[in-house]
Nanobody, 122 residues
Framework: QVQLVESGGGLVQAGGSLRLSCAAS????????MAWFRQAPGKEREFVAT????????VYADSVKGRFTISGDNAKNTVYLQMDSLRPDDTAAYYCAAGALLGRTRREYDYWGQGTQVTVSS
C-alpha cells in the first residue's frame, strides 16, 4: 500500500509562484512514476506532469510546459511541482499520483493523494 500526502497549495496572484510537494510512504519503488493531475470545478481531472523517479525523465502537458517544473527526491520519496507564471486558469485542486508506468492518463496511476487547492487570482 502507498500513501501520498500533498502540501503547498494556497492563494496566489496571477504571475506568482507556488511549489507543491507530495510525500510518499509505503511500498514505493524507485522506478515508479509520480505525477500531478488537476481538477477545476465542473471539469474532468487532467494531466499536468509526470516524472520517472529513477531516471528523471519528465513529461508535461502543453498548457504548463515552460511554466511548471516537476522534480523528485528519491531519498525522501517526495515529488515537487514548481509552478511559475501562474494564471487564473491554473486554479484547481492538484492531485499527486503514483504508478508503475510513465503516462498521461489516470488509469496508469494506482495511488492518489487527497489533493491540495491552488487558487490564482487575477
Amino acid at each position: 500500500q502507498v500513501q501520498l500526502v500533498e502540501s503547498g497549495g494556497g492563494l496566489v496572484q496571477a504571475g506568482g509562484s507556488l511549489r507543491l510537494s507530495c510525500a510518499a510512504s509505503g511500498r514505493i519503488l524507485s522506478s515508479s512514476a509520480m505525477a500531478w493531475f488537476r481538477q477545476a470545478p465542473g471539469k474532468e481531472r487532467e494531466f499536468v506532469a509526470t516524472i520517472a523517479l529513477r531516471v528523471g525523465i519528465a513529461v508535461y502537458a502543453d498548457s504548463v510546459k515552460g511554466r511548471f517544473t516537476i522534480s523528485g527526491d528519491n531519498a525522501k520519496n517526495t515529488v515537487y511541482l514548481q509552478m511559475d507564471s501562474l494564471r487564473p486558469d491554473d486554479t484547481a485542486a492538484y492531485y499527486c499520483a503514483a504508478g508503475a508506468l510513465l503516462g498521461r492518463t489516470r488509469r496508469e496511476y494506482d495511488y492518489w493523494g487527497q489533493g491540495t487547492q491552488v487558487t490564482v487570482s487575477s
